[in-house]
């Protein structure tokens, strides 16, 4: 709908890479909101005051907690990886626990669990 708003087509999206990974972002954020809620959980978006973010943060009723970084392409999975580990690092995990997963989300690309353990998916892998 967003696109359809902005009279964004294949061609105008492909030549602004910007605009498509915001279009991107807020789809997965949608879809990851539609299975947290199944789950009674919430998904959020942090940042905090040393400009560090987590595009998505599920939580679950018990808890638990995990950290989702969204990538357009699967070849930035190493980059959003990265993002997690200082994000998380950032956060008093005495006070919350550490996060039960750190996912990088991406358009394309393979389903592979990276060596610090940071599972990366495309967004077509994702089901309930």
């Not at 939580?59 to 580990?85: C, F, H, N």
Request: hydrophobic residues 40%; contains cysteine; negative net charge.
């Amino acid at each position: 709908m967003a696109t359809a708003v902005l009279g964004a087509g294949t061609q105008q999206l492909r030549s602004d890479l910007n605009t498509l990974g915001l279009v991107f972002e807020s789809a997965v954020v949608h879809d990851l909101s539609v299975y947290a809620t199944a789950l009674g959980g919430d998904v959020r978006h942090y940042r905090d005051s040393n400009g560090k973010e987590i595009d998505a943060v599920i939580t679950l009723p018990d808890g638990r907690w995990g950290a989702v970084e969204i990538k357009l392409g699967g070849s930035q999975m190493v980059a959003g990886a990265e993002t997690l580990r200082v994000a998380v690092n950032q956060i008093d995990t005495g006070s919350v626990g550490e996060p039960s997963f750190r996912l990088v989300i991406t358009g394309t690309g393979p389903i592979l669990t990276l060596d610090d353990g940071t599972i990366t998916c495309p967004l077509q892998a994702l089901a309930p």
